[in-house]
């Protein structure tokens, strides 16, 4: 696939001065499986370097741009302009999926389009592009290829996701993953109301109400973030 990289730089109006890391960048750990060159390593690394760069100029732009909103607001907008179907959809913009190296198992089952190795992709990509260009390139790509939407995230409220901030909101906080449990349902099979508690271990956030689980589990959200956020 090297003779694609030439394709992807026309994409990405970048030319990387050696493709090594770039092609590390493309590599989805599936693929180890699959070849013999020992040298070859996955994408991982790279990722967890693109999402701390990532963090932080998605911050600084947020920071600058809407400088009367408080931390808790922020990071409503952050987590959503950087989670997973964010990132996926701008990777499968960028047409990634045609670049990675990936396993024939991996690629049957819709690798190429996954939304969860689409959003890796584009934090390995942006891990790439620090380590060959710098943090400056880094801002000027993700203001082309990613920020270009949050006027529309901000303005729609699009940002209003309460699981997904409130997970953003834990996971920099405390290093946890919030979890879900149905508590009870009342009424009958055509109008159930659902009681959902939020947890984060054993220790209960919020309770929420809903006719789904689903609701219950947004308002319990809800109400978990109201309380974090007025500390």
Avoid: W
Wanted: glycine residues 6%; hydrophobic residues 30%; neutral net charge.
């Amino acid at each position: 696939m090297i003779q694609n990289y030439n394709d992807l730089e026309k994409i990405l109006n970048l030319k990387f001065p050696n493709t090594t890391n770039l092609e590390t960048a493309l590599t989805h750990r599936s693929f180890l499986n699959e070849t013999t060159d020992q040298n070859k390593k996955s994408n991982e690394r790279m990722e967890f370097l693109g999402d701390s760069v990532l963090q932080f100029l998605t911050s600084k732009y947020l920071y600058n741009k809407y400088p009367n909103d408080p931390e808790g607001v922020l990071t409503s907008f952050r987590a959503a302009t950087v989670n997973t179907i964010s990132l996926s959809n701008e990777a499968l913009r960028l047409n990634l999926g045609n670049f990675l190296f990936m396993s024939k198992g991996e690629e049957s089952t819709g690798g190429r389009t996954r939304p969860y190795i689409m959003a890796n992709s584009f934090e390995a990509l942006l891990g790439c592009i620090y380590l060959e260009f710098g943090i400056g390139t880094c801002e000027d790509f993700l203001n082309r290829e990613l920020f270009y939407k949050i006027d529309k995230i901000v303005t729609k409220k699009e940002y209003q996701d309460p699981k997904s901030s409130l997970q953003e909101i834990t996971q920099e906080k405390f290093n946890i993953t919030p979890t879900y449990k149905v508590l009870s349902e009342e009424g009958p099979d055509h109008n159930k109301n659902f009681t959902a508690g939020v947890f984060l271990e054993t220790k209960k956030l919020a309770e929420g109400s809903g006719s789904s689980k689903k609701k219950a589990e947004e308002n319990a959200a809800k109400k978990a973030l109201e309380d974090l956020t007025s500390k």
